[in-house]
């Protein structure tokens, strides 16, 4: 059996589907509000995006896992395993309504039921080229998710209702988030991902939280981010609502065609507050 580091390296690789043998996934913590738990959930962001040809562009290594497929289900179930020997509780799932990512999704919605794991989901309401699409096919691929998947066992809910995020909000109005947000709520639970207080107060009353996705920052270096992570924890805490407090435990961007890495031990301390029991994996909203 390989030692836990080797299984967390192939795990961290695998979720952020980076190709960098040091790189590692954002992990987040939830405020538990109305979900019935003891302590907020660990959950990791996961992409589905990847054939074996997808390694062999902007990359300059591969996983662990190798060059492998998000269709092929044993990859799967070996990712979820290894998210659970790691103490992770859950996978934050990219997704958008189409026939490939559908059916990558349904397949790891069966294995998750299957190992009584928990999956949220992330909608990425923008393009390749970071353009918002059309809010017409937002609202519409939200109405597919609660149509076809949120009556699974293993999506994790909050006063009953499976947790979404809207990643890409801040490049719609407020009208076009009501739009979409009015005619789920009922069923499902939908975060914004605005970066900062004021987008998250400008469409507080049409969403239940927010989801700060953040990659690369290190709050112990970077001018005012430890501060602005503890703002946004405390506005949303203050409407009752969902916080996902975001955790970079480290990665090499180079490996990418980046610039820098984000050294592991200079991003330890990645959420407005880190019980000593986990750190850096854990972050506590609380």
């Known amino acids: 059996m390989r030692p836990l580091s080797a299984l967390l390296a192939a795990l961290l690789l695998a979720l952020t589907g980076s190709g960098a043998a040091s790189s590692e996934p954002r992990p987040a913590t939830v ?12 959950l990791a962001y996961y992409y589905q995006w990847f054939s074996p040809g997808s390694w062999q562009r902007a990359k300059t290594d591969l996983p662990l896992a190798g060059p492998y497929s998000s269709d ?39 294995a998750a039921e299957a ?26 691929d939200f109405r597919y998710f609660r149509d076809h998947f949120a009556d699974s ?25 009501a739009r979409v947000t ?42 005012g981010y430890a501060e602005k992570l503890r703002e946004m924890a405390r506005a949303v805490h ?3 609502k969902i916080w ?6 480290g990665f090499d961007a180079r490996l990418v065609g980046g610039t820098q890495a984000v050294p592991a031990t200079a991003a330890r301390r990645c959420g407005p507050s880190t019980p000593p029991r986990s750190a850096p994996r854990r972050t506590s909203s609380a």
């Open 153 to 177: 066992p293993a999506l994790l809910r909050f006063a009953g209702r499976p947790l979404t995020v809207w990643s890409g909000t801040w490049e719609y109005s407020h009208a076009d988030v």
């Open 115 to 140: 190992s009584h794991f928990k999956l949220a989901l992330v909608y990425q309401s923008l393009d390749f080229h970071r353009r918002p699409l059309p809010v017409a096919q937002v609202a519409a």
């Open 31 to 42: 405020a538990p509000a109305a979900a019935d738990a003891s302590r907020p959930p660990l």
């Open 72 to 110: 092929d289900a044993q990859v799967i179930g070996r990712q979820i395993a290894e998210a659970k020997s790691a103490g992770i509780d859950g996978f934050l799932v990219g997704w958008k309504h189409g026939t490939v990512n559908d059916r990558r999704l349904r397949k790891l919605v069966d």
């Open 182 to 223: 009015s005619a789920v709520r009922g069923r499902l639970k939908v975060l914004a991902s605005e970066k900062n207080v004021a987008g998250y107060r400008r469409i507080a009353d049409v969403t239940d939280g927010d989801a700060y996705y953040w990659s690369s920052a290190v709050p112990g270096t970077t001018p």
């Open 244 to 249: 996902v407090a975001p955790c970079a435990p």
């Open 238 to 240: 203050a409407d009752h």
